[in-house]
């Protein structure tokens, strides 16, 4: 992809479209430096997809190489050995008595599930997670992902930590988070190329079903990258 180049559309008439180096470089530089510390995304704008159809929608889970600058939240379901471990990997754990709780009172249900970013469950608290809890956490994409026994959840935890889910539910425009200002444009550069490739897989047409692509700050300026 050139450096910058002129397109001619209804979108976007005579609109910069920078490379992704150039884009994060653009936006970095022209946007007003905020108190808090801003995220970055990619947002997607798609066409000639049918997105009422669930099989077109997107649905991923993406690792980070560089991880997003903040750590996600990871929660799991466990006894023993494994909540142990996967309390050493920097994940909250809840052990099966937790299930009733958090189903008794479906506000606590879905502050739980709001609060965490990914759910790991031990395969025997699927049963019981999927009938008391999955009207909470199944909307929300949050039900837990199964761990077989005997399966090491410390990289697993550790994976999620660095991964983005990413969703269009049924609206051909969305948005995928790739770090958070702070970080160098080396870094953001290797997450936006990853998201892009990864979303572009996903699609049947590859970049014909992609009508176009921003980088943005939570609140400054865009830059076009496709």
């Known amino acids: 992809m050139s450096k910058k180049r002129k397109i001619g559309s209804k979108e976007g008439e005579n609109e910069e479209v920078y490379s992704i180096r150039n884009g994060i470089s653009f936006i970095l530089n ?5 108190k808090f510390k ?3 995304e990619v947002a997607f704008n798609l066409k000639n997809v049918d997105m009422e159809k669930p099989t077109n929608r997107i649905d991923e889970e993406i690792l980070l190489p560089q991880g997003l600058g903040t750590e996600r939240k990871v929660a799991v379901f466990a006894g023993g050995e494994v909540a142990l471990k996967a309390k050493e990997a920097g994940a909250d754990t809840f052990a099966v008595e937790e299930i009733d709780k958090l189903a008794k009172d479906r506000k606590v249900a879905k502050a739980f599930a709001n609060k965490y970013d990914f759910i ?3 395969v025997s608290m699927m049963p019981a997670i999927g009938k008391k809890l999955g009207i909470v956490l199944g909307p929300r994409g949050k039900m837990p992902t199964p761990l ?4 090491d959840v410390t990289p697993i935890v550790e994976r999620l930590k660095k991964t983005i889910r990413a969703r269009s539910r049924d609206k051909p425009t969305f948005h995928i988070p790739i770090g958070k200002r702070n ?3 080396d870094e953001l550069i290797s997450n ?3 998201v892009i490739k990864r979303i572009e897989s996903k699609l049947e047409n590859g970049q014909q079903n992609i009508k176009s692509v921003y980088i943005t700050t939570t609140m400054g300026v865009s830059g076009r990258v496709m």
């Open 30 to 34: 022209n946007s007003p430096e905020r």
């Open 38 to 40: 801003e995220s970055v």
């Open 148 to 151: 077989a026994p005997g399966v």
């Open 192 to 194: 936006a190329e990853t």
């Open 183 to 185: 970080m160098s444009e």
């Open 120 to 122: 790991v469950a031990e």
